[in-house]
């Protein structure tokens, strides 16, 4: 997973100039709390997947996904590289279906995940086991000094 985002620097008075920004410092900080302590908070879920899904849907029709998909089928079979590489509703939920509605009265239930189950588990076991320093690499481009 790659992760991009610019931080505009902020005119701070007394900056010494070289030195990192409050902005920078900030952004940071909140993005390192994501690895230190996430949420997986699950009443985020279902919109997180309907996220995912909506990406999904949206990039199958783009050339340069499927290029990347005929390239992938080209692979060994027994290579990592050849599995698939991003889900969608009915992956991530074993079998859930984004268009099927809640009954009435169940509106709103934080484990209806459209007949299928909560991939929450799955996704905590997951982050335990791949979301660790020996697997993450940080660049930070900007003009501040690193002494």
């Known amino acids: 997973t790659n992760y991009y985002f610019n931080v505009s620097p902020l005119e701070e008075e007394g900056k010494v100039e070289g030195t ?12 390192a709390q994501f690895f230190i302590a996430p949420l997986f908070d699950q009443s ?20 340069n996904w499927r290029s990347f998909q005929l390239l992938k089928h080209g692979a060994s079979h027994d290579h990592p590289f050849s599995k698939f590489g991003c889900g969608n509703y ?38 335990t086991e791949k979301y660790h320093s020996g697997n993450i690499r940080l660049c930070v481009v900007g003009r501040a000094s690193l002494d």
Not at 102 to 127: H, Y
């Open 20 to 31: 990192t920004s409050s902005a920078l410092a900030g952004a940071l900080d909140r993005f």
């Open 44 to 63: 985020m879920l279902e919109r997180e997947l309907r996220a995912v899904n909506s990406e999904y849907l949206n990039g199958r029709t783009a050339d």
């Open 90 to 127: 009915n992956t991530l939920t074993n079998g859930g279906d984004a268009g099927l509605k809640e009954k009435e009265g169940e509106e709103n239930s934080v484990d209806f995940f459209g007949g299928g189950t909560s991939p929450r588990d799955a996704l905590i076991e997951f982050w």
